[in-house]
């Protein structure tokens, strides 16, 4: 939690592999990296056995680049493909039991308020719409009422992929999935809707085919998260195992999916909106200025 | 045997648009050299695929030729592939690896 961790001890730098050499000199702890310069810096994402192609291990990686601050950043996960992952980065991170994210980050992220102060040190909880909708519910519903200032984000991949292919609340209704054989009975959850209602000071969905929108959307959540309030992303992040998707496909059924049901939404509430105009210079929440006084708050 | 990606640097290198690089699911899998394929007169750099980190998906091949319109990408059989291309003779200081990639050293 501090650059420290990313420089060689003293007599040690011959030694140690290239992959952490290349991280010290080479990666983007203490500097702003931005989508654009990916190819040109090692990424904080190291090597992991999720499946070849896999859209939520593009969204992970996208994520980890789009963090303000990685240095100072604590991720948290759950049982699910993610975590396979989201653990295998020059990030800590912490893993709790099935559906208990919102829970251990809402401590995590109180303690590190207590112990650090104003020093900002960023929690964001990435799970799995199982861990998310289903099991962990109760905890994430009760985390945003009590306006826990974290992230949440939702790896939406619509099943239960790691366990080879349940249906959770968000698969769509009539999806037919390997452990789901008689199609599902019931509608996709509205968890952007519960957020909103439960009074997070972001909401946005997102789809990994656009790789600048994922970076400013996280970049937005983490810092609102900071003062304003609890904010979640929703990602549609497929499973291209359980839905058969051919891995050279997976961004054409991004697109698709994006088109039809995954539109690009964000909420951001007023105070949000005030925080990062003022606090971080966001342009794009000023009145617009030669609009006719019809101000922002209809925009989201 | 399995596939990986191999970036044609010709083809690249007249492009160069770095979509490739932002799709791969993989990190630090597809990366960018500024001055491979400018010592071969080109305008720009190119993009290179650390193979030993490539998991054959071929997402971006489908990147390359359906959004960047440049079909630079194919995927060949790793013992195709000149041993030099494998990642512990990239490293992210000298990119330019364009000299050791024309030596292929498999057999
Ligand atoms: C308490 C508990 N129950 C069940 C499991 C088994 N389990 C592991 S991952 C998983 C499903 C994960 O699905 P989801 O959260 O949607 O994530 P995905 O794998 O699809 O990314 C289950 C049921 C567990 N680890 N712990
Ligand atoms: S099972 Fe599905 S979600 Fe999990 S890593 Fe494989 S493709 Fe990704
Ligand atoms: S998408 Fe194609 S043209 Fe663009 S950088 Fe990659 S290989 Fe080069
Ligand atoms: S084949 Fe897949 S893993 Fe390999 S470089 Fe292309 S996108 Fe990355």
Known sequence: MSLDYVKFSNGFEKFMPKEYRDMVEHGPFGKKVTVSQMGNFKEVLEEHPMCAGC?????????MIAFPNPEDTITVGTAGCGRLAISQAAIPFVYGNYGDQNGVASGLSRGLRLRFGDKPKDVVVMAGDGGTA????????HSWFRKERFTTIML?????????????????????????????????????????VAGC??????????????????KKAVLI???VGSTYIQAYTSCNIEYAIPTDKVMEDAKTVENDRYQFTEYVSDEAKQY???????????????APAAAIPGKA | MYLVADIIVEI??????????????????????EEMGKDQGFKYGSAYVAVDRCKGCAQCVWVCDNMAKNNAIKM?????????ALTDNITYGEKSTTAVLASPVVG
């Not at chain 1, 289903?134 to 519903?141: E, P, R, S, W």
């Not at chain 2, 059989?77 to 000149?82: A, C, G």
């Open chain 1, 55 to 63: 859209a939520m291990t593009l969204f992970i990686r996208l994520a």
């Open chain 1, 134 to 141: 289903d099991i962990g519910f109760q905890q994430v519903l």
């Open chain 1, 156 to 196: 939406d991949n619509e099943v239960y992929g790691n366990t080879g292919g349940q249906e959770s609340g968000m698969t769509n209704r009539g999806a037919v999935l390997k452990m789901a054989p008689l199609g599902k009975k019931f509608e996709k959850m509205d968890m952007l809707q519960m957020a909103k």
């Open chain 1, 201 to 218: 000071a972001y909401v946005a969905t997102v789809v990994p085919n656009n790789p600048r929108r994922v970076e400013s959307v996280i």
């Open chain 1, 225 to 227: 998260a900071r003062e």
């Open chain 1, 276 to 290: 990062l105009t003022e606090r971080y210079g966001y342009k794009e929440f000023l009145p617009k200025p030669a």
């Open chain 2, 12 to 33: 690249c290198a007249a492009k160069s648009c770095k979509l490739c690089t932002q799709y791969c699911p993989e990190a630090n899998t597809i990366l960018y050299s």
């Open chain 2, 76 to 84: 060949i059989m790793i013992d195709q592939l000149p041993k030099a």
